[in-house]
């Protein structure tokens, strides 16, 4: 799964094999922020036009926009559940790590390095 961030909002992406198209979805929300692309380059500027469509809307209704998260979790859970869930996060880590190194290596490397990304989509199924 990919993260996309802006604004603090948090995108998750997923990509729809039959469809041939990615998918994302703005995650921490009770109203709905969707976008979609056929490219990495697309998904990005749908992402960004969405939540400024979001926030034009917001402003237009004069409502304050939803913020993502408050920073507050309280949960119980099977101690199974929660080594599986604390996997989960190992895993996402591990890919917003990457992601930090793609940008500090530069714009060309990122392009590169996205196009795997997206190759290693298509391989999963």
């Given at each position: 799964?990919?993260k996309l961030?802006y604004k603090?909002?948090i995108?998750n992406?997923?990509?729809?094999?039959?469809a041939?198209?990615?998918?994302g979805?703005?995650?921490?929300?009770?109203?709905?922020?969707?976008?979609?692309?056929?490219?990495?380059?697309?998904?990005?500027?749908?992402?960004?036009?969405s939540?400024h469509d979001?926030?034009?809307?917001?402003?237009?209704?004069?409502?304050?926009?939803?913020?993502?998260?408050?920073g507050?979790l309280?949960?119980?859970?099977?101690?199974?559940?929660h080594a599986?869930?604390?996997?989960e996060?190992l895993?996402d880590?591990?890919?917003?790590?990457?992601?930090?190194?793609?940008v500090?290596?530069?714009?060309?490397?990122k392009?590169?390095?996205?196009?795997?990304?997206e190759?290693?989509?298509?391989?999963?199924?």
């Amino acid at each position: 799964m990919i993260k996309l961030t802006y604004k603090k909002y948090i995108g998750n992406v997923v990509y729809d094999d039959d469809a041939k198209i990615f998918h994302g979805e703005v995650i921490g929300l009770k109203d709905v922020i969707t976008f979609q692309g056929t490219t990495v380059r697309e998904l990005e500027k749908a992402f960004k036009d969405s939540i400024h469509d979001y926030l034009a809307w917001c402003k237009e209704r004069g409502e304050a926009p939803e913020k993502t998260f408050s920073g507050k979790l309280h949960l119980r859970m099977t101690p199974d559940l929660h080594a599986h869930l604390t996997m989960e996060d190992l895993e996402d880590l591990y890919d917003i790590q990457e992601a930090e190194k793609i940008v500090a290596k530069g714009e060309e490397e990122k392009g590169r390095t996205l196009e795997k990304i997206e190759e290693s989509l298509h391989k999963k199924d």
